[in-house]
């Protein structure tokens, strides 16, 4: 589909965050959801966590939050309206919020996500 407004696509990530239930959302900690167009090096990429995985910190004070970037521009290529947009977004979203708890894409894979 061509590609929506970024005001518009970051109102359905703002959306996707919404959705997630309230009990796994408590569980981010420090962590940024940016909306950009694409990745510089990546254009074909959806979303990536930069971080230090939940599961891995032990003194993790004083830094700056890890971050997720949401790529527009690949995921509207990837559907053919906005409902599907909407979806891959949710999809993209738990994906690297996943990966901000310590799921790896291996254990993404078998829950079904990956």
């Given at each position: 589909m061509e590609p929506i407004p970024?005001?518009?696509?970051?109102?359905?990530?703002?959306?996707?965050?919404?959705?997630?239930?309230?009990?796994?959302?408590?569980?981010?900690?420090?962590?940024?959801?940016?909306v950009e167009?694409?990745?510089p090096e990546e254009p074909e990429l959806l979303g990536l966590y930069e971080g230090v995985p939940m599961t891995e910190r032990d003194s993790y004070g004083g830094v700056l939050p890890d971050r997720i970037a949401i790529y527009r521009l690949p995921l509207c290529d990837l559907v053919d309206d906005e409902d599907e947009l909407v979806?891959?977004?949710?999809?993209?979203?738990?994906?690297e919020l996943a990966h901000h708890v310590g799921i790896d894409d291996e254990e993404l894979h078998q829950l079904g996500w990956g």
């Amino acid at each position: 589909m061509e590609p929506i407004p970024q005001e518009r696509f970051g109102y359905l990530v703002d959306d996707a965050l919404d959705l997630i239930p309230e009990e796994l959302a408590a569980r981010f900690e420090n962590v940024a959801v940016v909306v950009e167009d694409e990745h510089p090096e990546e254009p074909e990429l959806l979303g990536l966590y930069e971080g230090v995985p939940m599961t891995e910190r032990d003194s993790y004070g004083g830094v700056l939050p890890d971050r997720i970037a949401i790529y527009r521009l690949p995921l509207c290529d990837l559907v053919d309206d906005e409902d599907e947009l909407v979806e891959e977004i949710r999809i993209t979203v738990i994906h690297e919020l996943a990966h901000h708890v310590g799921i790896d894409d291996e254990e993404l894979h078998q829950l079904g996500w990956g």
